[in-house]
């Protein structure tokens, strides 16, 4: 890992508040040095903190939340407004949360000038309320899925999904949380007070120009990357602490840069969860990584008056070094300061056992698949909305195995399905890996060994996704379709009328 020289220092932190002069030197993303922000905050702002979007009662027993997209202004940067959308307000969208056994319904009403289409990331859910590409909403027009909700109790999250214009649309502001609770799945010692020691962490980098708005650049091969880290939206960042414990529900949302998360100081904490709900039992570690799309939950426990920080580290991925620098991932990213109050109020110790999370089920296999990802291809073909590439038997379970043979990073997110990770280059995963997952990162030429156990909802004409999720390469075409059907039943064709070109 190169040194971080005070020059380049000193640049992202200038940058970071929008200096033009700064920010036309490293227009070239594939070229710029790696940067730190570290010391260059003071962290005044307090955390934004997304509200829990208020349930309704329907008559049926629904519950009922709506989701409005609009444009609007967010002030991030000292003095400067920037153009921003959102959901209910201008920029990310408000926390869901809803439990196991409960039937939801959304209304998703777009009060943007283009289409958009709205996507349960890590949903278990019928096709048809998927909000990929095939549930397009138009301008003016409002769409309601609803389902039950029937799944661990996890931290999932939701954003648009229109093809070609995802990255464009998540950059700009649309994102939110979704949070699952399972009470039968909640043990005690889990911090849970939403907003006090249960606290969302949708981290995303940014570059702003000049005039405040956001710009567009620069770009790596991967796609955008920041020089600026927003958390919920709150660019220097602070929480104060009021607890011994807390829970940070960490999302990547951001459109190309994996962060390596971790503290300043090198603590200890405990990662409880992956993207699709609870670990067998709490992992000790040091770093947590996450490429997009990918959460994880971690308690962090915090000691009476002190301060503490948040970072992302360096991390290998392997490509060359100007090219990985251009990635981010060289750069050392100061995200979010911890203030812990001078006396905390006690938290309970972890349980040692977290959930009945078991070995994969590999008793019966009904196939085993290659996906083999490069360039902006998998299997050598890019998304084309009439054309199923995958069919699949509600309830069986599939081995999918994943290959990067690029030389250049990318990830692989299915949607519909908690996978596990069996193997990745023929070892076992890293225990925080080891759970359930609907994101796997994927270093240049990396294979991983998927069990993947499809849901119980046929639908042969109404297809879900699967597709790296590096924004960018997504809206590039690195996409597929799979259909689940009753098994042995053939596959179908897109349904007429909800194909859409670009
Ligand atoms: Cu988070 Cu297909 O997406
Ligand atoms: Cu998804
Ligand atoms: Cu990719």
């Not at 939701?158 to 464009?168: D, K, L, N, R, V």
């Not at 990547?252 to 390596?260: E, G, M």
């Amino acid at each position: 890992m190169p040194p971080i020289s005070r020059r380049s220092v000193l640049r992202a932190g200038l940058a970071a508040a929008g200096s033009a002069l700064l920010l036309a030197g490293c227009r070239d993303g594939s070229t710029r040095d790696a940067f730190s922000t570290v010391g260059t905050l003071d962290f005044a702002n307090p955390l934004r903190v997304p509200p829990l979007a208020p349930p309704h009662r329907a008559a049926d027993g629904a519950t009922v939340f709506e989701l409005a997209t609009a444009e609007g202004s967010t002030q991030f940067l000292p003095d400067k407004s920037t153009p921003t959308w959102g959901f209910n307000g201008s920029y990310l969208g408000p926390t869901l949360r809803a439990a196991r056994g409960e039937k939801v319904r959304i209304a998703v009403v777009n009060r943007l000038p283009e289409t958009t289409s709205v996507h349960w990331h890590g949903m278990h859910l019928p096709a048809a309320m998927d909000g990929g590409p095939h549930q397009p909403v138009a301008p003016g027009q409002t769409w309601t899925p609803e389902w039950t909700l029937d799944q661990p109790a996890a931290t999932l999250w939701y954003h648009p999904h229109p093809h070609g214009a995802t990255e464009q649309q998540v950059n700009r502001g649309l994102a939110g949380m979704f949070l699952v609770e399972d009470p039968d799945g909640s043990p005690a010692g889990l911090p849970r007070a939403y907003g006090r020691d249960d606290i969302p962490v949708i981290v995303q980098d940014r570059n702003f120009a000049e005039d405040g708005s956001f710009a567009a650049g620069p770009r790596a091969l991967t796609g955008l990357t920041g020089n600026t880290v927003l958390v919920n939206g709150t660019w220097n960042p602070h929480l104060a602490v009021s607890t011994e414990a807390v829970r940070l529900r960490l999302l990547n949302a951001s459109s190309a840069r994996t962060y390596n998360f971790g503290f300043d100081d090198d603590r200890t904490f405990a990662v409880v969860a992956s993207d699709g709900g609870l670990l067998a039992s709490p992992v000790s570690a040091r770093r947590v990584l996450l490429s997009p799309g990918e959460r994880a939950e971690v308690v962090v426990r915090f000691a009476p008056g002190e301060r503490a920080e948040l970072r992302s580290f360096p991390q290998e991925l392997g490509m060359t070094t100007a090219l990985d620098n251009g990635a981010g991932g060289n750069d050392q990213l100061s995200v979010l300061q911890f203030r812990a109050a001078a006396r905390l109020a006690p938290s309970a110790q972890l349980p040692a056992a977290l959930s009945r999370l078991g070995a994969p089920d590999l008793a019966k296999i009904a196939a085993s698949r290659s996906f083999v990802l490069n360039g902006r291809h998998i299997n050598g073909r890019q998304m084309d909305h009439n054309r199923i590439d995958t069919v699949v038997g509600a309830g069986t379970t599939e081995i999918w195995t994943v290959s990067n043979t690029h030389n250049q990073p990318h990830n692989f997110h299915i949607h519909d399905v908690r996978f596990r990770i069996l193997d990745v280059d023929g070892a076992a995963p890293p225990p925080e890996l080891a759970g359930l997952k609907d994101t796997v990162f994927l270093p240049v030429r990396t294979t991983a060994r998927l069990a993947v156990p499809f849901g119980r909802y046929a639908d042969a004409a109404t297809p879900y996704m699967y597709h790296c999720h590096l924004l960018w390469h997504e809206d590039e075409g690195m996409m597929g379709q799979f259909t689940v059907v009753p098994p042995g039943r053939a596959g179908g064709v897109p349904a007429a009328g909800t194909a859409h070109g670009h």
